[in-house]
């Protein structure tokens, strides 16, 4: 079964089809996609390593200028035709956007985040619709790292991008013109002794020239897709490896239910105002 993120609308729901899931027995993939891409393992092993020293903070921007709205002549249609305005069928930005990177941030780090705090609004879309047009979340990881999610629907402005800011390098994951990553060290003047004209970055494995303060290291990884379409395809080719193979896809029931969790837990947090911590209540399965 390949079922589409962010899974479920509810908590309740997370634990129905995990449970259902185990009790199945079957192959079962989350649609969290961008776990196939290995341009994200191999940041996954840089910041594992120690190359970007300790991740500090995260900060995620996913710009998309739409209102959302589909025009309706029958006002029957209307919440079928415009399901994205109404939270009877979604959860708005942060389950459709915005979960992306909150699954691949934790996929990273491996660390699922224990606290939320955020703001949403309906300010510049406001007719006839419940889900809000902008969003901001930030959640707290173990050891105090934090991540903040912004998702606006007024701007394309950014696209899509993840920066993990690290004590030694940021990295950065950018996706507007084609998806790429990059390393941005520290400026250390004490560590900058004069080397040859050229030589290898084993980071990149690119050959190049002194990198200099705040120059891009581009990340090279030999299959990497450049656009989304590609990585749709390496999922479902994975997803078909797991079910011949009889295998665990890297986004299975467990992670895929987490990630949409993590996302019901800023969307309360916003839709409540409340700071949301994850404990029993938020957990896949029943405490």
């Not at 389950?95 to 705090?117: C, M, N, R, Y």
């Not at 996302?263 to 309360?268: D, P």
Request: charged share 20%; aromatic share 10%.
């Amino acid at each position: 079964m390949y079922c589409e993120k962010t899974l479920t609308y509810n908590v309740a729901e997370t634990r129905k089809l995990v449970q259902g899931v185990k009790n199945a027995k079957t192959t079962f993939q989350a649609g969290f996609q961008e776990r196939v891409n290995p341009l994200h393992h191999k940041i996954k092993e840089i910041i594992a390593n120690g190359t970007a020293g300790e991740i500090t903070h995260v900060a995620a921007q996913y710009s998309y200028h739409t209102s959302q709205r589909k025009k309706v002549d029958n006002p029957r249609w209307e919440r079928i035709l415009n399901w994205r305005l109404y939270r009877e069928f979604t959860g708005g930005p942060l389950d459709e956007l915005s979960a992306h990177q909150i699954d691949i941030v934790s996929f990273i780090l491996g660390k699922t985040p224990v606290k939320a705090v955020g703001m949403g609004s309906t300010s510049f879309y406001p007719k006839k619709r419940e889900t809000f047009d902008n969003t901001q979340v930030l959640y707290e990881y173990p050891g105090g790292v934090k991540g903040n999610f912004t998702c606006l629907l007024t701007t394309e402005y950014m696209g899509y991008n993840i920066m993990f800011y690290g004590t030694k390098a940021t990295i950065e994951i950018w996706n507007v013109d084609g998806n790429r990553g990059n390393l941005y060290f520290e400026f250390d003047p004490s560590q900058q002794p004069p080397p040859p004209p050229e030589n290898v970055d084993g980071i990149s494995g690119a050959t190049r020239r002194i990198w200099g303060r705040a120059e891009p290291v581009p990340i090279l990884v030999e299959g990497q897709p450049r656009w989304d379409t590609e990585t749709s395809t390496l999922s479902l080719k994975h997803f078909a490896e797991c079910v011949l193979a009889h295998k665990t896809p890297l986004s299975d029931v467990e992670t895929g239910g987490t990630s949409a969790n993590v996302v019901h837990m800023g969307n309360a947090a916003m839709q409540n105002g409340t700071v949301e911590v994850w404990d029993d209540k938020y957990k896949i399965t029943t405490p």
